[in-house]
């Protein structure tokens, strides 16, 4: 039977789920649009932007800094990748792409499991959002609340560098025709660090994010990446509001399917993924066409 | 074999009368001072034949269960240190033991299982096929405790289960060739019941987390049907597959159930996450919480929120004022390893000496006969007294300790997590060995 309270309480925890599965999915999806990779790193790169938060954490105590430190050292590890690796693999065939970014994943979640071990670890909310809020219609973790207004911020940044700046215009163009836009006497492949750059710092940002949330395991990425795949797929693969749209419907499926019987959670998620890839192959909002 | 015997640095003479003795052994029948009389079967007598026997290990070094499994797979190494070197706690286990197993130096190898059964399936068959391994263990997961029960009664090769808490495991997927020294879902329900019971009262409404696969299920069961004998209902149980990412969903329900205590049957991270959760979602402010099967390393994981907290466990490290083998223990384990040894460690190491205490005891690695040693119940020592393995469904027969989180004030060393309650003697506690229809399969 369902209780409405329970539904409410499911609808907005869905909401929560989907912030950060859309925030992560954006990186993702930015880095395939544009570059044409798909990033099996993406999910240890979201582990990592964790860890180098929670290092952050250790030394300062101050949270803020863990989140800065976070995003800028994966943003940092994502240029690196892309000069010293990936840009090797530009031309080459996907499933070499495929291959070379799957092993990178599993050398960083190693590398953190040597340093780190498996236990987890924790990361403490900002003093400022710790405890629970009544909303009235039921209680929330506070933190868990703010995580969707910092969600909703980061991703409306990314609206803004990649549609209201030159960058973004640029990246768009080269979602469309990279090669027009290299000929028109830009520097594409420059582009592209920025890229995977940005892309990459989406996962560390909401690596550190959902720091507090969770506790973090050298393997926390590897679901994630699942679910951010599912949710790209539905957005549509390289569409940044297909992202955000994915995100959403993904989180609320997980959610209320969790309501009324919590181990079908994820045969439903699949399930509309393939609905969609049934009905629209190109996902919700992708690019038709692309190839 | 003569390169063997050169190796361990026999003369030529003593090697033509080793030699002779072995031929005229042959000639003999049925003559049991010799192992290699015996029919072949699985591993034997092809992997003790030389100078040393294999053994191959599977823990979750990834995953969910990856804390829990190096634990455990720390006791493994202790032990085999330990019988390669006769040590003075292996010979307290396992008298006859001086250096190796029979004589045997014990060799061993190590894969991931990665808390799934297919992966440890074909790890094992790979130490089997090709390094003749003579027995296999493994566990921390009941669904690869209970793959490798198959594989070990198909393969005939004996499995010395590792951490499992499912009643399927020496339950209803019970083999001949496999054994497990830690307790399961049922015992561990018998042993937490009365003293949550006792402890919250008659009539309570219970929620439950649940993981979705043999141990979880049959833990929950256990617990629900114990508890309804004191008038306990169930308002909700929370379904949620191994390594979930993330417990909201599961714990609004949990939050919306108007339960009393919450009972969370999750195990390794996935127990440290939901706990935390719970926490987050102020569940653990509204009902009580209770770990019916302790994981290791929670207290110190999720950061004290264990405190007040109930759980039933099958070691825990400051029993050694009770029991000298565990403070024998403690201490080989802390000098090697330098923290203090958690159960997933104990049961390895206990489950350890005991397959050599029962090689040694048949004087053969000839798996009936070890098989045969294990089924005589005889009273053996472990780090929590004595204990026997039963015959019909080959489970240990062991108290169950039943701790208390302690309060952060009186914890007297950083690893003080925890007070014993209760250490409540396994006879009471167990069910009949045939109460989930174990049938044993054959010998050979």
Known sequence: MISWPNLVSQLFNGLALGALLALISSGLTIIYGTLGVLNLAHGAMFMIGGYAGFVTYQYTESFILAVIAGSLFVMLLGVVMERVIIRHFYHRPHEDQLLVTFGLGICFVELVRLIFSSQSQLVPPPALFQGITNLGFMFYPTYRLAVVGIVAIALGALFIILYRTRLGMIVRAGIEDSVMVDSLGINVYRVFMIVFGIGAMAAGFAGIVNAPVVSLTPGIGDDILVQTFVVVVIGGVGSFPGAILGGLIAGEIISVTSMFNPGYAYVMLFAAMTLVLVVRPHGLLGVQGRE | ?444
């Open chain 2, 1 to 444: 074999m003569t390169d063997d015997l050169i190796r361990r640095g026999l003369s030529r003479r003593g090697l033509l009368q080793t030699t002779a003795g072995l031929i005229g052994g042959s000639m003999l029948p049925a003559m049991p001072a010799f192992a290699e009389d015996k029919p072949a079967i699985g591993s034997f007598p092809t992997g003790v034949s030389g100078s040393t026997a294999f053994i191959g290990i599977s823990v979750p070094r990834t995953g969910t269960y990856a804390v829990q499994g190096e634990d455990e797979l720390k006791g493994y190494q202790l032990a085999i240190e330990h019988i390669n070197e006769g040590h003075e706690l292996m010979k307290k286990i396992s008298p006859k033991t001086s250096k190796g197993v029979l004589g045997k130096e014990l060799k061993f190898g190590v894969a991931d299982s990665a808390a799934k059964p297919n992966e440890a399936v074909q790890a094992q068959q790979r130490f089997i096929s090709e390094n003749k391994a003579i027995m296999i263990t493994g566990g921390t997961s009941s669904a690869v405790a209970v793959a490798l029960n198959k594989l070990a009664q198909r393969e005939h090769v004996l499995f010395v289960c590792g951490i499992s808490g499912s009643n399927d495991t020496t339950g209803k997927d019970c083999v001949r060739y496999g054994v497990r020294q830690n307790f399961f879902g049922q015992t561990a329900a018998a042993a937490i019941g009365p003293v949550m019971v006792r402890e919250f009262g008659k009539g309570k409404k219970a929620a439950y987390l649940t993981p979705d696969y043999t141990y979880g299920h049959t833990v929950t069961k256990s617990m629900q049907d114990f508890l309804a004998t004191a008038g306990w209902t169930t308002v909700t149980n929370q379904v949620a597959p191994l390594g979930a990412p993330d417990y909201s969903s599961y714990l609004l329900n949990v939050a919306n159930s108007g339960a009393d205590v919450l009972i969370n049957v999750n195990w390794g991270h996935d127990a440290v996450l939901s706990t935390q959760q719970a926490k987050q979602f102020g569940v653990l402010d509204k009902m009580k919480l209770v770990v019916p099967y302790q994981v290791p390393f929670i207290a110190r994981e999720t950061g004290g929120l264990m405190q007040g907290v109930y759980a039933a466990t099958d070691y825990w490290w400051t029993i050694e004022d009770k029991f000298p083998l565990a403070k024998m223990f403690n201490e080989a384990f802390e000098k090697k390893y330098g923290y203090k040894p958690e159960w997933g460690a104990e049961n390895a190491y206990v489950s350890f000496a005991h397959w050599a205490h029962m090689c040694e005891q048949a004087g053969s690695f000839n798996p009936p006969d070890v098989i045969k040693a294990y089924e005589k119940g005889e009273t053996i020592p472990s780090l929590v007294g004595d204990v026997h393995y039963r015959p019909e469904d080959h489970q240990c027969v062991r108290p169950v300790i039943i701790v208390k989180g302690k309060q952060q004030k009186d914890m007297k060393n950083k690893e003080d997590w925890y007070d014993v309650v209760e250490i409540v003697p396994g006879e009471g506690l167990m069910q009949k060995p045939d109460a989930f229809g174990c049938h044993l399969g054959d010998y050979t």
